[in-house]
């Protein structure tokens, strides 16, 4: 039997021990999915509080309960760990970890560089590799297999190497890592076959693609699509606001197309850990072909523009009050970058409290799953939602919506609201 075969025919009998490196956003919902598919799960962390954490049963990520790990771990499916030297424990090890940008908007892989490094170190016959980090097209074999390959090993006959793009959506309650379609591409074709069988118990349905490079760009393209499409119905809000059009009403009149049309929303701009972030790793790695990725540009440089679109909302209607920014009171109505979650990354909130602030503004805000934040080096906490504080307040901006909020009692006791995502009712 094959080193392949003989893969494939343990991950069927659940005789697989799956390592997952990285327990955040990505690795611990894919580690508890694993888990409850039968598979032993051995997690790797660099946080040691992290893992200790874990290993007492405390979830750290929104998306999975303490119950559901709880029981992973009470059938001995699941621990974590510091300890990279166990690396050549599993016979498959998925990476989840962080693909941010650099200052200057390039792809940073450091985090990509230093897993491979370690699963390096510990490769040994009979194990499967997945990349499951966003990154740009050729990643998986330009940076990981020339590494892995060092040891001696031969992928595709002594190892396997495969792309699976995360396509997590934190808070979502309809979709989760089991029942969102899962695409996978490999470096060979054993190396596809492998990872498939691998994700198989756990994922509903499995997408294989030819190649690593397609699975890349899948995650890419998807992402772009949404930034691009957005970055549209901004630049329609804008166009509206000069217009004195209500965008809201025009978009939800197009939205009755049964065909050809699809709805987007406005808001204050791109936020999480993926559509403001992927198709610039798309266009760093176009310019390196000597393509500009149009585009792509222009949707990032409109929805970038949108913090401060919102902000000069707020100054214009202060100034219609008789009110200057400088010296008044806002309170900014959510910091997280979507609805219902604690996850601040690339919020555009945080780009409008320190447009702002630079403008003399005293900021206060309210999100009740985000009670504390640090910027910048100053301290952020959230303050009550009552009707006092709503109506001592100069202007109420609402950046992120949330399902908890009464937008009503909002609408009745503020002197004035700048709403980005439409969440004030029109009749109280």
């Given amino acids: 039997m094959s080193i392949a075969q003989d893969l494939i025919s343990k991950a069927e009998r659940r005789q697989i021990l799956f390592g997952i490196v990285g327990l955040g956003y990505v690795g611990l919902p894919l580690a508890v999915e694993l888990a409850r598919a039968g598979y032993r799960v051995l997690g790797f962390d660099v946080n040691p509080d992290v893992v200790e954490g874990l290993n007492e049963g405390r979830s750290h990520v929104k998306d999975v309960t303490e119950a559901q790990?709880?029981?992973?771990?009470?059938?001995?499916?699941?621990?974590?760990?510091?300890?990279?030297?166990?690396l050549s424990e599993p016979d498959a090890i998925s990476i989840c970890v962080p693909t941010p940008l650099s200052k200057f908007k390039d792809p940073d892989v450091s985090f990509i560089v230093a897993a491979t490094e370690a699963v390096k170190k510990r490769l040994r016959r009979g194990q499967a590799i997945v990349l499951e980090s966003t990154t740009y097209p050729g990643t998986t074999r330009e940076i990981m297999l020339p590494a892995l390959e060092s040891t001696g090993l031969t992928v595709g006959q002594d190892f396997f190497l495969a792309f699976s793009p995360e396509r997590v959506d934190p808070g979502n309650p309809s979709y989760g890592t089991r029942n969102t379609p899962k695409v996978v591409?490999?470096?060979?074709?054993?190396?596809?076959?492998?990872?498939?069988?691998?994700?198989?118990?756990?994922?509903?349905t499995l997408v294989p693609v030819s190649t690593t490079e397609a699975a890349e760009l899948v995650k890419l393209l998807e992402n772009t699509f949404r930034s691009v499409n957005i970055g549209l119905v901004n630049e329609m809000a804008i166009v509206c606001d000069k217009l004195g059009v209500n965008v809201w009403e025009v978009i939800e009149a197009a939205a009755t197309k049964p065909f050809g049309f699809m709805k987007f929303l406005p808001g204050p701009g791109l936020g999480g850990h993926c559509i403001p972030i992927d198709p610039h790793y798309?266009?760093?790695?176009?310019?390196?072909?000597?393509?500009k990725t149009r585009f792509i540009d222009l949707a990032g440089e409109l929805n970038t523009e949108m913090p401060l679109f919102w902000v000069r909302k707020v100054s214009e209607a202060l100034n219609?009050?008789?009110?200057a920014v400088q010296g008044a009171s806002v309170l900014v109505l959510g910091v997280a970058y979507k609805r219902d979650i604690e996850d601040i990354r690339e919020s555009p909130a945080l780009d409008i409290i320190r447009l702002l602030e630079g403008q003399g503004a005293k900021v206060s805000y309210f999100d009740p799953h985000v009670p504390r934040f640090r910027e910048d080096g100053h301290d952020f906490r959230s303050v009550d939602l009552t009707p006092d504080r709503v109506a001592a307040a100069d202007c109420v901006m609402v950046v992120t919506d949330h399902t908890s909020v009464d937008y009503r009692m909002i609408k009745r006791n503020a002197k004035l609201v700048v709403d980005t995502r439409n969440a004030i009712p029109k009749e109280v």
């Fill in 69 to 86: 790990l709880q029981k992973a771990m009470e059938c001995g499916r699941f621990t974590a760990t510091t300890d990279m030297s166990r």
């Fill in 282 to 291: 798309l266009a760093w790695k176009m310019r390196g072909l000597n393509y």
């Fill in 320 to 323: 219609s009050q008789g009110k």
């Fill in 185 to 204: 591409g490999g470096i060979t074709r054993d190396c596809q076959k492998v990872a498939v069988a691998l994700y198989q118990p756990a994922i509903d």
